[in-house]
């Protein structure tokens, strides 16, 4: 069953769902959009490759779910209608004489782009209804979700605490990481392919229970980008690149 969200008295919003979407695969989007198709409807298009650098204008997005990377493309005379768009990437993206609305976008980024005529109303952060005059103060500098902290290995080695012990089969999150990973795919310190498929190698806890370390792979086998997670705060602390060759002492 699909979750939805009422904002405002306004048409639900939907979050996920996975009944009655449109179910094309992201090159048959593609390929049905060279062929002519504009309009699509309920598209569940989540962290695919080959959005960005692309020419979509004139496209409608209607009820879709789409957390996808559309930097530095054409969206000139485009819609997003009563779309989930809080993880689309719209950074250098030509958004001339396009319309977004009723949308959530919490964390859209919209950094560079360009928006001349660009049309912004009823769409939904946070609970707050956001109009075009908020996307002209503050959502057309959006740029990243979380700054990425790099950890100094002094700092990274003050949350092991005396050991660390595996808990992976039994640790439940505490905050979402993805966000997060997501800049560093960005940074080219983790590779999209972690970010698509959420690829957790193993997670440690130290033995005061204050932090986590959830290591991801990366192309290195001996080689992890740790998430380190506060769980007092439930926050994120940083990141660190881990190389296993050097000494680590782990129960």
Same mark, same amino acid.
């Given at each position: 069953?699909?979750?939805?969200?009422? @904002?405002? &008295?306004?048409?639900?919003?939907?979050?996920?769902?996975?009944?009655?979407?449109?179910?094309?695969?992201?090159?048959?989007?593609?390929?049905?959009?060279?062929?002519?198709?504009?309009?699509?409807?309920?598209?569940?298009?989540?962290?695919?490759? &080959?959005?960005?650098?692309?020419?979509?204008?004139?496209?409608?997005?209607? $009820?879709?779910?789409?957390?996808? $990377?559309?930097?530095?493309?054409?969206?000139?005379?485009?819609?997003?209608?009563?779309?989930?768009?809080?993880?689309?990437?719209?950074?250098?993206?030509?958004?001339?004489?396009?319309?977004?609305?009723?949308?959530?976008?919490?964390?859209?980024?919209?950094?560079?782009?360009? @928006?001349?005529?660009?049309?912004?109303?009823?769409?939904?952060?946070?609970?707050?209804?956001?109009?075009?005059?908020?996307?002209?103060?503050?959502?057309?500098?959006?740029?990243?979700?979380?700054?990425?902290?790099?950890?100094?290995?002094?700092?990274?080695?003050?949350?092991?605490?005396?050991?660390?012990? $595996? @808990?992976?089969?039994?640790?439940?999150?505490?905050? $979402?990481?993805?966000?997060?990973?997501?800049?560093?795919?960005?940074?080219?310190?983790?590779?999209?392919? @972690?970010?698509?498929?959420?690829?957790?190698?193993?997670?440690?806890?130290?033995?005061?229970?204050?932090?986590?370390?959830?290591?991801?792979?990366?192309?290195?086998?001996?080689?992890?980008?740790?998430?380190?997670?506060?769980?007092?705060?439930?926050?994120?602390?940083?990141?660190?690149?881990?190389?296993?060759?050097?000494?680590?002492?782990?129960?």
């Amino acid at each position: 069953m699909g979750i939805t969200i009422s @904002v405002g &008295g306004q048409e639900p919003i939907r979050k996920k769902t996975h009944k009655s979407v449109h179910h094309l695969t992201h090159l048959e989007f593609f390929e049905t959009y060279k062929n002519g198709e504009r309009h699509f409807i309920k598209l569940d298009f989540e962290y695919l490759e &080959g959005f960005s650098n692309k020419d979509f204008s004139n496209i409608i997005f209607e $009820d879709c779910f789409l957390y996808l $990377d559309f930097r530095n493309s054409n969206l000139t005379n485009s819609k997003f209608i009563r779309c989930n768009i809080k993880e689309i990437d719209l950074r250098n993206a030509n958004l001339t004489n396009a319309l977004m609305t009723h949308c959530l976008v919490e964390s859209a980024l919209f950094k560079n782009a360009i @928006v001349d005529d660009f049309k912004f109303f009823e769409n939904y952060s946070d609970g707050a209804t956001l109009e075009q005059e908020d996307f002209t103060n503050k959502l057309i500098y959006s740029d990243s979700y979380i700054l990425g902290k790099a950890l100094s290995e002094k700092e990274y080695k003050e949350t092991m605490g005396i050991k660390m012990t $595996d @808990v992976t089969e039994t640790a439940e999150a505490v905050v $979402d990481i993805w966000p997060y990973v997501k800049d560093l795919v960005y940074e080219n310190i983790v590779s999209e392919y @972690v970010l698509m498929n959420k690829l957790v190698e193993i997670v440690y806890r130290n033995d005061a229970t204050t932090f986590e370390h959830i290591l991801l792979p990366t192309e290195n086998e001996n080689s992890f980008i740790i998430i380190v997670v506060n769980l007092k705060t439930a926050s994120i602390f940083g990141h660190y690149r881990l190389d296993l060759t050097q000494e680590y002492s782990l129960d």
